[in-house]
């Protein structure tokens, strides 16, 4: 968990970079069909947020929704003392909201 609650313009620049990997995963693997995005969806989305816990943050799954539509998937992550508390990343499709619920 990270000890102070990041500002606006950190959670900003989280869900930038973050949308950006997305888009271009998306992209690189749209050729595959739309069956192979949904499996990879999941794995990708974890390999980002290892990659996020290997630095300053320290996110764990709280819930996740999946679908063989990838639209439709989703995946929340937290960083605070209980699920769903502190920056959340939430995930739909190939696309990230981030925000602060402290």
């Not at 950006?20 to 050729?31: D, F, P, Q, S, V």
């Not at 300053?56 to 996740?64: A, D, I, L, P, Q």
Request: charged share 25%; with cysteine; net charge negative.
């Amino acid at each position: 968990m990270l000890r102070m609650t990041p500002d606006y313009m950190t959670l900003l620049n989280l869900q930038e970079e973050l949308n950006l990997k997305l888009k271009n995963a998306y992209e690189c693997k749209i050729a595959k069909g739309e069956e192979h995005l949904a499996g990879f969806l999941i794995y990708y989305v974890e390999n980002l947020v290892d990659e996020l816990n290997k630095n300053k943050w320290s996110f764990g799954r709280y819930e996740y929704s999946g679908d063989k539509n990838f639209r439709h998937s989703e995946q929340w992550w937290s960083d605070g003392d209980e699920p769903g508390k502190g920056t959340v990343l939430h995930f739909i499709g190939f696309s990230v909201q981030v925000e602060s619920l402290t």
